[in-house]
C-alpha cells in the first residue's frame, strides 16, 4: 500500500481540489480562486503527489476527474465542513456580533424578502452588516464556492450538495393601466394574445415561469417593449395599453401605476432557501435562516 504524504498539503490545496471537481476545468477553477493558473497547476502537482493518483484527465477544454478522485473529493468536502465549523464560536450572540452576512437573490427577492428581513437583522444585531449579490442563475455555484450564506430563488436545479426550505407560493398576474383595464375587462386568451406585451427578460438570465404555461398551451406573445429588470416599469404601464406578467407579490410596487387582474392561464411557483453543508451546524447561519423563515412567514400573513 503506498503511503499518502499530507504534510505539504494546506487547507487551500484542499480547496482547490474540490473547485476543479466542481467546475471541470484548470482555467475557471483559478478564476474562482482567485490565483494563477499556473499557481493552480503546481498545486495539483502536490495533490498528485500526495494522493498518488493523477486525479483529473484532460477531456477535450476542460478535466475529468479519476475514479479515485471522486472518492477523494466527497471526504475532503466533509473534513473543510467540519473545519468550518471548528471555526464558528461555540455560542451566536446577535446582539453583539459584527459579523458580515451575504445573501444572493435577485429582483423579486430583494423586493419581498429583504425589507423585512432587514428590519429583523436591525432589531436583533444592529451592528451586524448584510450584503446582497445578484444570483441570476449562479445561485447555487455561489453557495458551492463559498461567495454567499444563503441563496434565496425559485430556481430547484442544481442543488446537489445543499439544504432547502421552502420559503413562499406565489403566481403571475397582470398588470394594466387602470383605465385600459376597465376598458379591456376579463382577460381572456385571445385578447391576452392580441395584446402589447411588456416582458422582463432578466438580462437574458432565464425564462419566467409563466412563459412555460404559454408554451403548454400553444400560446407565444412578442413582446413589444424588453426591459432587463422591473426599475421603472410601473411609469411605463401608465397611460399605456401594455400588459405586464409579473408575480403577484410586486403589486404594492406595481398597483402605484397599475390595475392587477388575472391572467387567462394558471401559473405558480415555489420560493426557496438554500444552504451549503459546509454552514448547516453554524449558530450564526441558523439565525439568519431562522430570520429569512419569520420573514417569510410575516409575508405569506399578510397575503392571506
Known amino acids: 500500500m503506498n503511503d499518502i504524504d499530507m504534510s505539504n498539503l494546506s487547507v487551500a490545496a484542499l480547496r482547490a481540489l474540490v473547485t476543479i471537481h466542481e467546475t471541470g476545468s484548470l482555467s475557471r477553477a483559478a478564476e474562482k480562486l ?54 464558528e464560536p461555540p455560542v451566536f450572540e446577535p446582539a453583539s456580533t459584527e459579523q458580515a452576512f451575504t445573501l444572493s437573490c435577485n429582483f423579486y427577492e430583494r423586493m419581498v424578502l429583504v425589507p423585512d428581513l432587514l428590519r429583523r437583522m436591525r432589531s436583533q444585531a444592529p451592528k451586524a452588516r448584510l450584503k446582497v449579490i445578484q444570483s441570476n442563475l449562479r445561485g447555487h455555484e455561489q453557495l458551492h464556492n463559498g461567495l454567499c450564506d444563503l441563496l434565496l430563488s425559485p430556481v430547484p436545479s442544481d442543488t446537489a450538495g445543499l439544504y432547502r426550505r421552502k420559503l413562499l407560493d406565489d403566481h403571475y398576474s397582470c398588470f394594466l393601466d387602470r383605465a385600459h383595464a376597465r376598458r379591456v375587462g376579463p382577460l381572456t386568451l385571445e385578447t391576452y394574445k392580441a395584446g402589447r406585451h411588456i416582458a422582463v427578460n432578466y438580462d437574458g438570465g432565464w425564462k419566467p415561469f409563466y412563459r412555460s404555461a404559454l408554451d403548454a398551451l400553444g400560446v407565444s406573445i ?26 403577484s407579490a410586486l403589486a404594492p410596487i406595481l398597483l402605484q401605476k397599475a390595475a392587477m387582474v388575472d391572467p387567462p392561464f394558471d401559473a405558480s411557483f415555489e420560493v426557496f432557501m438554500f444552504w451549503n453543508a459546509r454552514q448547516h451546524a453554524s449558530p450564526a447561519n441558523i439565525w439568519l435562516r431562522g430570520l429569512v423563515v419569520e420573514s417569510a412567514g410575516a409575508i405569506r400573513a399578510i397575503a392571506g
Not at 477544454?61 to 473534513?79: F, H, K, L, S, Y
Not at 422591473?230 to 395599453?241: L, P, Q, W
Open 222 to 247: 412578442v413582446p413589444h417593449v424588453e426591459l432587463p429588470s422591473f426599475g421603472a416599469v410601473g411609469e411605463m404601464i401608465e397611460g399605456s395599453e401594455f400588459i405586464l406578467t409579473a408575480p
Open 34 to 87: 482567485g490565483v494563477t493558473q499556473s499557481t493552480l497547476s503546481h498545486t495539483l502537482g502536490r495533490l498528485r503527489k500526495a494522493f498518488n493518483d493523477a486525479l483529473f484527465l484532460r477531456q477535450g477544454r476542460g478535466v475529468v476527474p479519476t475514479a479515485r478522485c471522486d472518492m477523494i473529493v466527497g471526504n475532503v468536502e466533509t473534513i473543510l465542513a467540519q473545519l468550518a465549523a471548528l471555526a
